[in-house]
């Protein structure tokens, strides 16, 4: 299989503390997105990250990327209860197609009030 | 509101019945998709119109049929599913540059269809 990996399949934290979330994929990237999910609903774009950036912020958002390791990670600072969702990334799936778009399994967060 | 609409939003349907799901995105975008959510798999590409040309079918099952007359409105024509194909079926629209780089566009994604198979 082509897709990647989230971790932690699922994290819980206290409001106002950071999570971070993990992604790796198998193929070589020219970019790779995140994407967040509210309950059953449709996913929503947060940030897309450059093979040749290292590190994007946007607001509260962090995003980083390790070509060499093949793998980015997602961090939230400060939490809120709103922030509650699953968190996805989406890359390549590889095999010489430039179609093959692969979501990772996700991250389910949970924020307690 | 992402400016893509899903109709219906929920759908149950009997295996001998068929069904068309639409989507229509009211942002200008040149490529459409289909994905499915099922419970116990992630998210996974089903079909990519780009300029309504179909460019990926990612070995979908032929009791699913994509139609994208223009590149505003797609469909997703259902016929003769099966319990296992009741997921969340979601679309998306982008604007894909001019090279060709699906991935270096953000894809805006509609409410989804829940659809339940009996």
């Known amino acids: 299989s082509q897709q990647g990996e989230e971790d932690p399949q699922a994290l819980s934290i206290q409001e106002g503390e950071n999570a971070t979330m993990n992604c790796s994929y198998k193929t070589s990237i020219n970019n790779l997105q995140w994407y967040r999910q509210n309950s059953g609903r449709g996913l929503v774009h947060l940030i897309l990250i450059r093979s040749n950036e290292r590190e994007k912020h946007s607001g509260r958002l962090r995003v980083t990327l390790d070509t060499s390791k093949k793998s980015s990670s997602l961090l939230i600072t400060a939490s809120r209860a709103a922030d509650t969702a699953s968190y996805f990334c989406?890359?390549?799936?590889?095999?010489?197609?430039?179609?093959?778009?692969?979501f990772g399994k996700g991250t389910l967060l949970t924020v307690n009030p | 509101e992402t400016g893509v609409t899903q109709t219906p939003r929920h759908l149950v349907m009997g295996m001998t019945n068929k069904k068309s799901l639409k989507c229509e995105q009211h942002l200008g975008h040149n490529a459409m998709y289909w994905y499915k959510q099922s419970a116990k798999k992630p998210l996974e590409l089903m079909f990519v119109y780009n300029f309504k040309e179909q460019t990926e079918n990612n070995s979908v099952p032929s009791r699913f049929s994509p139609e994208c007359p223009n590149s505003s409105h797609l469909f997703l024509h259902l016929h003769t599913l099966q319990p296992e194909d009741s997921a969340l079926y979601l679309c998306?629209?982008?604007?894909?540059?001019?090279?060709?780089?699906?991935?270096?566009?953000?894809?805006?994604f509609g409410p989804g269809t829940r659809l339940t198979v009996l």
């Open positions: 998306a629209s982008s604007q894909v540059p001019s090279g060709g780089e699906f991935l270096a566009a953000t894809q805006y």
């Open positions: 989406l890359h390549p799936g590889g095999g010489g197609s430039n179609y093959k778009l692969t």
